[in-house]
DNA sequence: CGTGTAAGGAATTCTGACACG
DNA sequence: CGTGTAAGGAATTCTGACACG
């Protein structure tokens, strides 16, 4: 259903390697997850494991506290980014529905 | 250049995600590296890192040695299939060339 | 609030080797 | 030949806490 774009979302890269890819620190990272803005899977060992999609998240979260934005703020802002996109799939699915499509990607 | 293709070349998974992924033991992947099939890179503390396109490439392997091919033969394959591939672009390059591209990608 | 750090433990990975077949 | 395993060490990651501001 979906080959390539998988490989973004799948959870499989350890926090050591993040800060290599982000420049951030671990302590930075661990923090951003405590205030919500990022989500790591963990595997048995309680290891957490991000994926590419979560490093981008990481560059752009680094690049507002940055600029002086709050977590919680930023934290606001991701929710309200993640709402339109759910409402923007929704019509779209609408209007797939509509011309008897199924799976409205690409 | 190359935004979406860049994460499957990525080598940023460890070998414990990768055995998980396919489904191999560490042994079995250390030993085809051996064997020159697989080729992950090391992280200062010597740690291997593999990517998305190794796991594809390993699990081929691995079902090409269940049905009894032998590993050096897995690498002459592999090797011929290298040498293809690159003929292969060489004359989609020569073609683009031609037309005044730069770029051929995509 | 966001981040650094020392602390101690647990989980992961590494290499070289012996074993079986 | 391909893979399992026990062995000992090194590197990675984890959590909770104290610190600064």
Redesign the pocket.
């Known amino acids: 259903m979906d080959r390539e774009l998988s490989y973004k979302d799948k959870k499989v890269i ?4 993040v ?1 290599e890819l982000t420049g951030l ?4 990272i ?3 997850e405590e ?1 919500k803005l990022v989500f ?1 899977e ?7 494991k991000y994926s590419f999609s979560d490093i981008e998240t990481l560059i752009k979260i ?1 690049s507002m ?2 600029e002086g ?4 703020e ?1 934290r606001q802002k991701m929710k309200k980014q993640k709402e339109k996109e759910i409402e923007r799939k929704l019509i779209q699915g609408q209007i797939n529905a509509h011309f008897g499509l199924r799976n409205g990607k690409r």
Chains 1, 2 share one sequence.
Do not use: N
Not at 14 to 17: H, R, S, V, Y
Not at 25 to 28: A, D, H, S
Not at 42 to 48: A, N, V
């Open positions: 350890t926090i050591g390697t800060c620190t671990e302590r930075q661990r923090y951003y205030k790591p963990r595997s048995k060992g309680k290891i957490r680094a506290v940055e934005v709050q977590t919680f930023i």
